[in-house]
């Protein structure tokens, strides 16, 4: 039996999603606006102006204050996610950790997940696409080896927007922690420590930290980092499109999606521009 599909526009590109998907989404958008938790109103450019320059715990706290059981984070437990882990536990013990495993993790990302899971205790939220792995090949084919952006935002899509939105929405999330630093790319330059995706707050903790910091912090406090750090990987997602960091590499993010592109769906951008410039993996 054919699969039904319908289009949806996402950031100006047209992504095609099976049926039971679409009414999944659709279904959980009118739950969530009718029973919608009240968001507090801020004034974004006041507050950064007020919170921009505090370190790191000082916004947590602020947020944990301002956002109470609305505030979750998101890790990938990548590389270097045990700082935000980290950070963020010792000011909300129990602060929900959202991970979108795709079930294309390295076994060494799943084991390290439950060893930092161990090890900070983490109230751990894993979210799923609806389609197991061998259904959503049967069905579209080994989306990542088509090599081209529609189909790895097809595979984005399917694999992590979907359950990432149904989380923030399940969790009734209202202000969302992230672990992305300006000096990762060029459009990260020009984000706001406290901003918004859609219709919820998004806080950048660390977002004035560079690699030392990041160094140091897990040093001074024993923190581990993923096992693939030594064999030469900078940065980690799914196996298939991954890989260690070459010579000839300009850039951390050319170790990603063949090149084709930086951004795996969980930070949607607006324009083109910024989807070639965005990478979630060091969440």
């Known amino acids: 039996m054919a699969q039904n ?54 916004l947590i706290e602020w947020a944990a204050r301002t956002f109470g059981s609305g505030l979750v984070m998101t890790t990938s437990f990548g590389i270097h996610s045990a700082v935000m882990l980290h950070l963020a536990t010792k000011v909300v013990p129990d602060i929900p950790v959202i991970w979108i495993d795709t079930g294309y993790l390295p076994p060494e990302t799943y084991k390290f997940a439950e060893e930092l899971t161990q090890r900070l205790n983490l109230n751990l939220k894993v979210y799923q696409s609806p389609l197991s792995p061998a259904r959503m090949e049967a069905l579209y084919g080994r989306l990542w080896e088509e090599k081209n952006v529609e189909a790895l935002n097809r595979y984005d899509q399917l694999r992590k927007v979907e359950p990432m939105q149904r989380a923030l929405e399940e969790l009734e999330a209202t202000a969302w922690l992230a672990g992305l630093r300006k000096d990762q790319t060029d459009h990260r330059k020009t984000l706001q420590r406290i901003g918004k995706q859609g219709d919820v707050c998004k806080i950048l903790p660390i977002f004035e930290w560079n690699s030392r910091d990041v160094y ?34 300009e850039s951390d993010r050319d170790t990603r999606f063949q090149g084709l592109k930086q951004e795996c769906g969980l930070h949607l951008p607006k324009t083109d521009a910024e989807a070639q410039s965005l990478d979630s993996s060091f969440l």
Do not use: C
């Open 216 to 249: 140091y912090y897990l040093t001074d406090n024993e923190l581990p980092y993923h096992p693939y750090f030594d064999l030469g990987y900078t940065t980690v997602g799914d196996w298939h499109s991954s890989r260690p960091v070459t010579a000839d590499d």
């Open 5 to 58: 599909l319908i289009e949806i526009n996402q950031n100006g590109q047209t992504i095609a999603l099976p049926e039971e998907i679409y009414n999944r989404l659709l279904a959980n958008q009118i739950d969530r606006l009718s029973h919608r938790r009240k968001k507090p109103e801020l004034d974004l450019e006041a507050v950064n102006q007020r919170m921009g320059s505090v370190d790191a715990q000082a």
